[in-house]
């Protein structure tokens, strides 16, 4: 059973243009909108494009908005891999076939990590945006409180155990918690077949930032359930790297930025 997504999700879909482009034996799915120059925007783990689905029609008025469905989940072909690298490069061939020249990137906690992998790739430009990153200061456990959704053969089943963990995980105002939000987080949490935790270990995140052509901005909610006891410690480094960089917080919002303080998040992107 696929969740019952909203029809404005589905028509947006359908709007996009849509690329498959090969990365050796690996197929990427892209989705982009609107023309101007070009926005990438990369998805958080177990996710998909509808990460950024409150984000994409306001931007696209702007930038020509970007999204790939990340190697291993929505639409795109499965990989394994342990390095950083290796996963980020599969990106390459899509970015170099749709954009020509500087390109603008915005992550979304994994997402944010894969982003600093193509700087070493040659893909940079003038901005580059982290929201909700995991790899720039400590993290606290938050898999006690989620739900286990596997297995459970009724798929109400199912989606009340994703509606618990955007509560736990990914959204902090309970009246933002709704059918909309775990009908995304079940489309393509159940589709996703990677994790690609242990492609963080040992990074050195300040060496991939110091590969950056331009202005770095990170955007966290203040209640982050990853690493809100952390903020502190994340706003000292960026504070303390060299060149353009900026910390953001924004009160009352959980780890998903982009979808819980989309207006906010839109906002910002449009004015870099």
Not at 155 to 162: C, S
Request: with cysteine; charged share 20%; glycine share 10%.
């Amino acid at each position: 059973m696929n969740p019952t997504l909203p029809q404005w999700i589905t028509d947006l879909d359908q709007s996009a243009r849509h690329d498959v482009i090969p990365a050796g034996d690996v197929a990427i799915h892209w989705r982009s909108w609107g023309e101007g120059e070009p926005l990438i925007l990369l998805h958080g783990g177990s996710g998909s494009w509808m990460h950024w689905a409150r984000n994409i029609g306001p931007l696209s008025e702007r930038y020509r908005v970007i999204v790939p469905d990340l190697p291993a989940f929505g639409d795109s072909d499965s990989f394994e891999t342990t390095s950083l690298d290796a996963y980020g490069a599969l990106l390459v061939p899509g970015i170099r076939a749709l954009t020509d020249g500087p390109v603008r990137i915005a992550g979304f906690s994994f997402g944010s990590v894969i982003g600093l992998s193509l700087f070493a790739h040659g893909i940079n430009g003038p901005d580059y945006v982290m929201l909700g990153s995991p790899v720039l200061g400590k993290v606290h456990p938050v898999t006690d409180q989620l739900q286990k959704w596997r297995g459970l053969p009724d798929p109400a089943d199912r989606l009340a155990a994703h509606r618990n963990n955007v509560a736990m995980l990914m959204i902090h105002d309970p009246a933002k918690v709704t059918d909309e939000a775990a009908a995304i987080q079940m489309s393509h949490a159940e589709r996703a077949r990677g994790r690609y935790r242990g492609i963080f270990h040992g990074i050195d995140v300040l060496a991939y930032l110091s590969q950056r052509a331009g202005k770095l901005s990170v955007i966290y909610g203040d209640h982050d359930a990853l690493c809100w006891r952390h903020l502190p410690e994340r706003q000292s480094l960026v504070e303390k790297l060299e060149g353009a960089a900026e910390f953001t917080l924004l009160p009352g919002v959980g780890h998903w930025v982009p979808y819980e303080a989309a207006d906010d998040v839109n906002r910002r992107l449009l004015a870099l």
